[in-house]
């Protein structure tokens, strides 16, 4: 049996029904997303570098909506959690799906706009 992970759980929980917007998440915030975009009717979603292993494959088999995108790191092209994106890539038509040459994990996320510098330096999030 699948579970799913602690915190998906738990943000899963929350009433998401007023959020009808579209919805973006990095990680395992997209793996949620991905979830969650059917529970609030999310007219799209943007998923950065989504966990998709950490999905239940009749998560995955759902897919997102048609007017979303999918962002990813050059680093994940070769993660051996791949087979999990592509088949959530699979299972949703219409998604633009992208990826960032040159890019780490924390490339493709917020952490550069909060983060002192230094911190996104070495979390590979800008440049030095």
Same mark, same amino acid.
């Given at each position: 049996?699948?579970?799913?992970?602690?915190?998906? %759980? /738990? +943000?899963?929980?929350?009433?998401?029904?007023?959020?009808?917007?579209?919805?973006?998440?990095?990680?395992?915030?997209?793996?949620?997303? #991905?979830? #969650?975009?059917?529970?609030?009717? #999310?007219? +799209?979603?943007?998923?950065?570098?989504?966990?998709?292993?950490?999905?239940?494959?009749?998560?995955? +088999?759902?897919?997102?909506?048609?007017?979303?995108?999918?962002? /990813?790191?050059?680093?994940?092209?070769?993660?051996?959690?791949?087979?999990?994106?592509?088949?959530?890539?699979?299972?949703?038509?219409?998604?633009?799906?992208?990826?960032?040459?040159?890019?780490?994990?924390?490339?493709?996320?917020?952490?550069?706009?909060?983060?002192?510098?230094?911190?996104?330096?070495?979390?590979?999030?800008?440049? %030095?």
């Amino acid at each position: 049996e699948h579970h799913l992970c602690p915190c998906i %759980k /738990l +943000a899963l929980e929350r009433d998401f029904t007023s959020l009808h917007r579209p919805q973006v998440g990095h990680s395992f915030g997209a793996a949620t997303v #991905a979830i #969650a975009c059917r529970r609030v009717r #999310a007219p +799209a979603v943007v998923l950065l570098d989504p966990w998709a292993f950490s999905l239940a494959p009749e998560e995955v +088999a759902r897919g997102v909506p048609p007017a979303s995108l999918c962002v /990813l790191c050059e680093a994940w092209l070769e993660s051996e959690e791949r087979h999990a994106i592509d088949a959530l890539l699979g299972s949703s038509p219409g998604i633009v799906s992208l990826y960032a040459p040159h890019t780490r994990h924390q490339s493709v996320s917020d952490t550069s706009t909060w983060a002192p510098r230094l911190v996104s330096e070495r979390m590979g999030g800008v440049g %030095k």
